[in-house]
């Protein structure tokens, strides 16, 4: 069979765009039609429309990729759909920017302008990502491309919202929220970081009205004591519960504000025990307020600064100067009593990183108790299995804590809200099409809320919309629920949570996954997380360019499994850029040695008969092993550990089949070998090698698709993507595999013959001897490539007929003149050196070999060097003040040192006694 030959060098830039594109064109990432196939689901998390390609993203794409292309070759009809997101804050932010940089703004613009604007931005921006995820290699069917404020997904949100509100689990109340005063818009929970900061708690002195009494409270915001509606003491206090009922006399305001028992808000045993209450910034002193009847005074403006309800000398000052102006004031007439450093909690935009100021605002909600409810239900029935397992907590304990979710964003760019306010009656409509009249009165005189959603509105439908709901579609009805979803541990609530309600709820009460697998972030090789101000942030398509798709894919797919961070190494992933040229070289000899090889004939001898007695023990071998390879990384995708799956492969292809097995093959592909023999081990060479690609194919696709579409082969499949994962199917009673799929039948047969495992045993005892040969040549300093005799005593039944079975091979590989079998009852040279394994004792007579005056010489200096080195160490870690002052970490060291010396010269002193 004529075949194709690789080049002498594996260049990824000149196979992965061309065959990437080659199976875009061909349709190989479309789910085959047979509607009675098994399926295999998963939605790729929409990216920001306008975003870049970051390592999250290609964590996230690699895992995806990697898990769709093993099931398709699995046999599911594999669906991976891609799209992005409209990311309403951050979109928005950027077009603001850049009608800065004209010197406008988007209110002098107007709304309809600045939107034709935004739409402008994400036509000349978007795309960019997606061309991305193809460098990547990820098998998404771009057919089915959704984006989140499409036709399908705008349809889809206006019925979810309807169907919600018509329900009453949406509503609109006056309540307090978290203000971003620099983005102009209300925050959910989830979108407010917090970070540990340094401040201060301020006691102030509340002078009780008509006593000479005083109250002392302690803030962290002496500015927002302005906005104070009350005081709150716990009713069951008897320092203060005379006081309930009356009032204290407001510091700077001389405004009366009521002193409240309230014993939720109050811990008698903390601080002074007196509360001040600002229900209007202060989220449970809200919950106090609505309890106590308490008025709400917002002294904050929604710019950040203070509002022209405050005392004159603070009004329009910044938050942070306004504190200042008001701890200066009351320490002018004495309120304050004293100033001490705290640490606090603040809250952070996630966005423009400001701080978020607590307001009362009239915002949109969703009642999301009803919604969270069946959701926790659906993973405590196991419906939805959620890994790793210990993240299945932190699921209950969000759902069980669940607020109600603030929907309502002050922005221009996202969905906007379908409600129609009447400015006749004050009544609202909300609609699935846009009214022209007030439902209530008929007024003709309406106006829509200026408001849009939350991005994570519409994100949370995307399980439904990317298969076409609300509308019917037989996607739907085929491939809902996913069967997985796959993303990063850090949106659990903000999102995978969100599906699960929305799911659910409009899906006809099937969760939306029947997985979810949650990996870690990727942090910059100082261990922190990566920013450009950290100047840590790793470009993916850099790396990409620079090592390939496959090196930097099969580096992720090791770090996979990690669940507390993965540092990120550019050494590791030139490491598998490394692995990648092993295979192509590996390759490359195959190719070479297959002259004459026909897989036909391969096929009717050995596949179609099962008749492996005409294999070579190292064929026999290097089949069983790459059986048991391709079964045990199946199940570790299964099982979702890309991580182990990948160390597996790369062990088996680097130290098993490169390192042992293309050497042992060397011996059957002599000239003066025997036809039928080379033939068996040509047929084993292209077989492994198809197993091996096959494997890998999913975690490297590239490499493995460019070597796989010129093997010799009878497989008819286009692509290696359409081909047979080798698969079990069918078992023995003792539940080792029978046969496998397609053009492996013998393979799995090999694990029942009997013969397999003398030859597993016999190539374990080869690799042992030869690597003790290997090593008595190192010890005593001698050229790898010099030949030199070895003796093998043993009584072993199984290790005498390995040296008797593969005696010619173990000279070959580790380069010896001659190797002669011992019982143990025979002597050995007296001068000679020594290494045991498995029962064998591999010997090295010295004489002839070895200048034993020379060596004894050199033994002896080297040990005299080692225990002065020995010495000196005992010494510094004998001294206690060493040990006192040095760190840690030097002490650590300095005893391993002493340890691997104490190692080194009880190998050279057994040495030297043996040439003694």
Known sequence: MAMEALHSV????????????????????????????????????????????????????????????????????????????????????????????????????????????????????????????????????????????????????????????????????????????????????????????????????????????????????????????????????????????????????????????????????????????????????????????????????????????????????????????????????????KIEPHKLSVGISQRTRVPVEPMPSDQWFVRVEPLAKP?????????????????????????????????????????????????????????????????????????????????????????????????????????????????????????????????????????PFKQVYLHSMVLGEDGRKMSKTKGNVVDPVDLVNEYGADSLRFYLATMAGQDQGIVFSRARVLGYRNFCNKLWNAAR???????????????????????????????????????????????????????????????????????WYLELAKGSLRDDTPADRKYMTQGTLATVLDIILRVLHPLVPFITEEIWSRLPKLDASESLMLSDYPRVVAHTEDAKPQTMAGPFAHVGRLQADPSVAEACGDISRLVEVVNAARSLKVKFKLSPGKRVPILARTDDAAGRGMVERLGDDICRLAKLSSIELLASSDSVPKESATEVVRGIEVVLPLAGVVDLVAERKRLGKEIAKLEKDASGLDRKLGNEKFLAKAPAEVVAKDRARRAEIADTLDKLKATLESIS
């Open 589 to 659: 000899f195959v190719f070479m040695n297959l002259e004459g090889y026909e897989p036909q004939r391969y096929h009717d001898e050995v596949v179609a008969t099962g008749d492996v007695a005409q294999l070579s023990p190292s064929d026999r071998w290097i089949l069983s092993r790459a059986c048991e390879v391709a079964i045990e990384v199946g199940q570790h995708f299964e099982g979702y550990r890309l991580d182990l799956a990948a160390h597996c492969i790369y062990q088996f292809v680097w130290g098993e089949y490169c390192d």
């Open 10 to 337: 594996y260049d990824p830039s000149a196979v992965e765009q061309r065959l990437y594109q080659s199976w875009k064109s061909k349709g190989y990432f479309k789910p085959v039609a047979d509607a009675g196939q098994p399926v295999f689901s998963v939605i790729l998390p929409p990216p920001n429309v306008t975003g870049r390609l970051h390592m999250g993203h290609a964590l996230t794409a690699t895992i995806q990729d990697t898990l769709v292309r093993w099931r398709k070759m699995s046999g599911l009809a594999s669906l991976w759909i891609p799209g992005t997101d409209h990311a309403g804050i951050s979109t928005q932010v950027m077009v603001e920017r850049a009608l800065a940089k004209e010197g406008k703004t988007r209110q002098e613009v107007g709304r309809e302008a600045f939107l034709e604007r935004v739409w402008e931005w994400k036509e000349e921006h978007g795309g960019i990502i997606d061309r991305q995820h193809e460098a990547l290699g990820a098998a998404l069917d771009w057919e089915r491309y959704r984006f989140t404020m499409d036709d399908v997904s705008s349809r889809a949100v206006r019925e979810a919202f309807c169907r919600l509100h018509e329900e009453g689990l949406i509503y609109r109340a006056y309540r307090l929220i978290n203000w971003d005063w620099a983005s102009q818009t209300a925050l959910s929970d989830l979108e407010v970081d917090h970070e540990e900061r340094q401040g201060s708690l301020w006691h102030i002195a509340y002078p009780v009205e008509d006593s000479d009494d005083k109250l002392i409270v302690a803030t962290t915001r002496p500015e927002t004591m302005l906005g104070d509606t009350g005081v709150a003491v716990h009713p069951e206090d008897p320092r203060y519960k005379h006081l309930i009922g009356k009032h204290v006399v407001l510091p700077l305001t001389g405004r009366r504000v009521p002193i409240v028992g309230d014993d939720i808000l109050v811990d008698m045993e903390f601080g002074t025990g007196a509360v001040k209450v600002t229900p209007a910034h202060d989220f449970n002193d809200f919950e106090t307020g609505k309890r106590h009847d308490l008025e709400l005074i917002c002294v904050l403006d929604r710019s950040g600064k203070m509002a022209d309800n405050v005392p004159e000398p603070f009004r329009g000052l910044p938050v942070n100067e306004a504190r200042r102006a008001v701890v200066a004031a009351l320490e002018a007439e004495g309120s304050l009593i």
């Open 375 to 511: 959701a926790l239900e659906a993973v405590r029935s196991g419906e939805t299995k959620i890994f790793p397992d210990h993240r299945t907590a932190d699921y209950y304990r969000w759902m069980e804590n669940i607020h109600d979710w603030c929907i309502s964003r002050q922005l221009w760019w996202g969905h906007r809200i379908p409600a129609w306010h009447c400015r006749d009656c004050g009544e609202i409509t909300v609609d699935r099409e846009d009214p022209t009249a007030c439902k209530s009165c008929q007024s003709t005189a309406i106006e829509q809320d200026p408001d849009v959603l939350d991005t994570w509105f519409s994100s949370g439908l995307w399980p439904l919309t990317t298969l076409g709901w609300p509308e019917p579609s037989a996607d739907l009805d085929r491939f809902y629920p996913n069967a997985l979803m796959e993303t990063g541990h850090d949106i659990l609530f903000f999102w995978v949570a969100r599906m699960m309600m929305f799911g659910i709820k409009f899906g006809g009460g099937k969760a």
